[in-house]
């Protein structure tokens, strides 16, 4: 693991880059360091279906929801998109973690998100 500050756009954001091996493209966490100049939008209440399934699919960083790649009822194998972040200028696809079929789209394009947030559930 090797830690790195990084500023853009006059944002300072600690990242953490785990090595996984010689072909391995590892995707970056990242964390902002610093509050930002104006103070962000709250995050919007979650959009919980009264079915919403038990298996969790969350945010990997923080960031923007930039599209949301699948719909309630669709059955998903494991590594499908379910959803793409954008963080730090990069589209940062969330994963289904196992098979399964929607159960709830917890966000809306434009939401942000923070690290850790259930985007979406699976049955």
């Known amino acids: 693991m090797k830690n790195y500050t990084i500023t853009v756009n006059g944002n300072v954001y600690d990242v953490t880059v785990e090595e ?9 966490a990242a964390r902002p360091a610093a509050a930002p100049k104006a103070a962000p939008k709250a995050a919007p209440a979650a959009k919980t279906a009264a079915g919403a399934g038990s298996i969790k699919v969350a945010a990997g960083a923080a960031g923007k929801v930039f599209k949301i790649e699948a719909s309630v009822g669709q059955k998903l194998a494991k590594g ?12 940062i696809p969330v994963v289904a973690p196992e098979d399964g ?23």
């Open 80 to 91: 499908d998109t379910v959803v793409i972040v954008e963080a730090m200028k990069m589209e």
């Open 20 to 28: 996984n091996g010689a072909g391995a493209s590892p995707a970056p």
């Open 101 to 123: 079929t929607v159960a709830s789209i917890d966000v809306a394009v434009g939401d942000m998100v923070e690290a850790g947030q259930t985007l979406a559930t699976l049955n």
